[in-house]
């Protein structure tokens, strides 16, 4: 039973361009939460999706960044016109339903971003 | 969201019980505390969960209080491959993400 894949592991990007990060989640999940992690910071949440809608953005930059959770294939968190603040370790978590008290989040290793 | 306080970073030896203590003054009366733990270039991974009194399982134990203002993660006979970082957590069962402090970055000593 696989779990969480994200790809790439490894990113480099140059400032202005676009970045694509991939997460498919753990068979049998339907719920995705994506976190950005600094250097020797801790995980700081950007948003939560189901299958086809966004439930809390609350997280997430308003300009340049966009997630989405379709029915069909992998979520992606896009960001665009990279700029170097954007150079962090990216993670995806699923949940089979959402109800974080019974079933614990299940991590991605992560896709690390650097922007040149 | 309860606000937790945790020590930055600690060092112990191998085969030590290492014991790591969180602070949440504020906790509610819905809230649960859950731990991770996170290994460097990896995703977090849940340890354990708890609301009030013991919680045991294969990794660790979790004990809180009867006010349950703080919890200790205790990690029985330690090794080098327990060095990681640990992530207290509060939340209510309604919550619908979980917010990350810093944590507490264990350094395990031959």
């Known amino acids: 039973n696989a779990g969480v894949m994200q790809n790439p592991r490894h990113l480099v990007r140059r400032r202005g361009q676009e970045a694509r990060l991939r997460c498919s989640p753990m068979?049998?999940?339907?719920?995705v939460y994506w976190y950005r992690q600094l250097p020797e910071e801790g995980l700081k949440f950007m948003v939560y999706l189901q299958k086809e809608n966004i439930i809390d953005e609350s997280g997430m930059p308003k300009e340049r960044f966009s997630a989405e959770f379709p029915k069909e294939g992998p979520s992606i968190l896009r960001i665009q016109q990279v700029v170097r603040g954007d150079s962090a370790a990216y993670f995806c978590?699923?949940?089979?339903?959402?109800?974080?008290?019974?079933?614990?989040?299940?991590f991605g290793n992560g896709t690390r971003l650097t922007v040149t | 969201l309860a606000k937790t306080t945790q020590p930055i970073s600690m060092d112990s030896y191998e085969g030590q019980e290492v014991n790591i203590t969180c602070s949440h003054n504020?906790?509610?009366?819905?809230?649960?505390i859950t731990w991770y733990q996170q290994f460097p270039s990896q995703g977090p991974r849940f340890i354990i969960q708890g609301y009030k009194t013991k919680v045991t399982n294969e990794v660790a134990s979790l004990f809180i209080p009867a006010d349950r203002k703080s919890s200790t993660l205790s990690l029985p006979r330690v090794s080098l491959s327990d060095t990681a970082v640990y992530y207290c957590l509060v939340g209510d069962i309604g919550d619908d993400k979980i917010i990350f402090g810093k944590g507490t970055r264990l350094h395990i000593l031959p």
């Open positions: 068979k049998g999940h339907s719920h």
């Open positions: 504020n906790i509610a009366t819905n809230d649960y």
């Open positions: 978590a699923s949940s089979p339903n959402g109800e974080l008290r019974v079933s614990p989040l299940h």
